[in-house]
């Protein structure tokens, strides 16, 4: 009888316990240099003066740009199962400009530079 035959490409991926339960970020910031993208993860709760960075990120410009698109893929699918994602606006919220949002009532949005 034959043995199934292995992807040679295929990757298995160990998920740690101490990892799994993941870091919970409404906030990313991202930095490079010529040869490095850096995603800083950060939790920001309100009115504290201070957020602490969850988790950091390096990767190389071409792999960032591979984690773009997958992020896009991942987000027509979600959109196309469950509906397009809107910004949230408060009630009566009076219009607030800004660049990184927050006109006409939205909530800024903390990843928009």
Request: no cysteine; hydrophobic share 40%.
């Amino acid at each position: 009888m034959e043995q199934p035959k292995k992807n040679p490409q295929e990757i298995q991926i160990e998920l740690a316990p101490e990892v799994a339960s993941g870091h919970y970020a409404n906030l990313a910031a991202i930095t490079h240099t010529p040869n490095e993208v850096f995603i800083d993860f950060i939790a920001l709760a309100p009115n504290m003066p201070k957020a602490k960075v969850q988790s950091r990120i390096i990767m190389t410009p071409e792999n960032a740009k591979n984690l773009l698109f997958a992020l896009t893929d991942n987000i027509r699918k979600y959109e196309a199962a469950f509906g397009t994602i809107e910004p949230k606006r408060p009630l009566n919220a009076p219009s607030q400009g800004g660049r990184n949002g927050g006109g006409n009532g939205e909530i800024p949005n903390p990843f928009m530079a």
